[in-house]
């Protein structure tokens, strides 16, 4: 079954102080802030109203992942797929509505905890994109970029993306951290953008509620300002830059104010959901990427 889910239209952090989000989006990512309803934060990488919202909370963490869907009956697919396969799922009041400026969204949680939002038909007009910085960011069609989420239930998340939602497997990936570590899965999955992976599932905890969110921009000299802004700016370096082996994005990671890593990366493979073969990859990164100063 194809994925009728288009990509990751956007994420949703929750803050103790949304004015570290701000400082954050506009010196170090590049992004415009808007304030948003509630006391809360927009963040724009591109035409869109936000790609990235701050709501306030009593903790630093992300809260919930936004996938789009085309239409009216694709929504409404979705939903009654989500239902058939036993999970609950609430409808947005008027207020969500208002904050996602959407037509129709309903949430549920997957089978490992994690929160998800599905929407369709956008109720906010278009605006020109105006990084503080000069960045741009390669969104589109692709979505805000990818999410990686901690799946301590592995087997039943898998099979509910796969299956319910109809999510396309493109990379394997088992994982062992130390010699004598446990092996963790992570899997990556594409939906019907064409990005590698807009999700992928890790067999591992994460307080922060996700082990990290990538943004990826159009300029591959763009990454290491971002580095060296990264560094003028004290925010703590997660994993040195380097290239993956499966979707060969270079990139490297850093701490956001929500307490999970960001990869900020370019140069990420495209696949065909129609026709691409589920690859397996043998190491995280053909070179560079050190997660060990992640832990310094």
């Known amino acids: 079954m194809a994925s009728s889910i288009q990509a990751l239209a956007y994420f949703v952090a929750q803050s103790k102080d949304v004015s570290t989000w701000q400082r954050y989006a506009e010196q170090v990512l590049g992004a415009q802030t808007a304030p948003a309803p509630g006391g809360g934060l927009y963040l724009k990488l591109d035409e869109r109203a936000y790609r990235i919202a701050i709501v306030p909370g009593a903790e630093d963490r992300y809260y ?7 239409d009216r009956a694709a929504f409404d697919a979705s939903v009654a797929a989500v239902r058939a396969a036993g999970v609950e799922v609430t409808p947005a009041d008027a207020q969500t509505l208002a904050a996602r400026q959407v037509e129709a ?15 369709h038909g956008r109720t906010a007009g278009e605006s020109a994109f105006v990084s503080p910085i000069g960045v741009r960011f390669k969104t589109g069609r692709f979505g805000v970029g990818h999410t990686v989420l901690p799946t301590l239930n592995f087997d039943a998340s898998l099979k509910f993306f796969r299956e319910v939602l109809g999510f396309g497997l493109s990379d394997i990936f088992v994982f062992q951290p130390a010699p004598d570590a446990p092996s963790m899965r992570i ?35 763009e990454v290491e300002r971002a580095d060296q802004r990264r560094i003028e700016h004290g925010v703590k370096l997660m994993a040195t830059l380097g290239q993956h082996e499966n979707d060969r994005m ?15 990366g370019w140069g990420g493979i495209e696949v065909d959901p129609a026709t691409w073969q589920t690859t397996q990859t043998k190491q995280v990164s053909i070179w560079g990427h050190d997660f060990s100063v992640g832990f310094a």
Request: hydrophobic fraction near 40%; charged fraction near 15%; charge should be negative.
């Open 187 to 221: 899997y990556f999955l594409h939906a019907a953008s064409g990005r590698h992976h807009s999700l992928a599932l890790a067999e591992m905890p994460s307080p922060s509620g996700c082990v990290h969110v990538m943004l990826e921009v159009e300029d591959k000299a």
């Open 250 to 264: 270079t990139s490297f990671y850093m701490m956001t104010p929500g307490g999970f890593a960001l990869e900020y």
């Open 64 to 70: 919930a992942s936004g996938w789009e869907l085309p």
């Open 105 to 119: 969204l309903a949430s549920f949680v997957d089978p490992s905890g994690n929160l998800h939002e599905l929407s």
